[in-house]
């Protein structure tokens, strides 16, 4: 599986990347960007399986990069990693055509349900 990591924190990134593979992710090919504007770019080189991708980010914010998607027609599975994990902002996600909201902090297990959901969709 190719997952798409984009977060503006390193650190953060790290620890989803250790956390997909702490829920039993281990086969998994992952690319980073450090905002929604590389995101975009790094999502049409690679076309993965899946994104996880913060909310709120410098040049592009997550929800902005999934609507250019949507827009765009690419259905890719995408999913929010993020510290905000309001009804408001979970609604505001589905509607823009996200599979999956994970709030921090979050466990393997958030990862694991979530995922299998949304791969199975």
């Known amino acids: 599986m190719k997952v798409t990591i ?11 990347k250790r956390t997909l593979r702490q829920a039993g992710f281990t086969d998994v090919d992952v690319v980073e960007a450090c905002d929604g504007e590389e995101g975009l770019q790094v999502i049409q080189a690679t076309t993965p399986d899946l994104v996880l991708c913060d909310w709120n980010m410098p ?8 609507e250019q998607l949507r827009t765009a027609g690419n259905r890719v599975r995408f999913g929010f990693v993020t510290s905000e994990g ?3 902002m979970r609604q505001k996600a589905k509607d823009a055509g996200a599979s999956f909201l994970i709030a921090k902090p979050f466990k393997p297990e958030d990862f694991r349900e979530s995922i299998d959901k949304a791969m199975a969709a």
């Open 6 to 16: 984009i977060d503006d924190s390193k650190v953060m990134r790290a620890i989803v």
């Open 59 to 66: 040049k592009m914010t997550g929800i902005e990069l999934l």
């Open 86 to 88: 309001s009804e408001e």
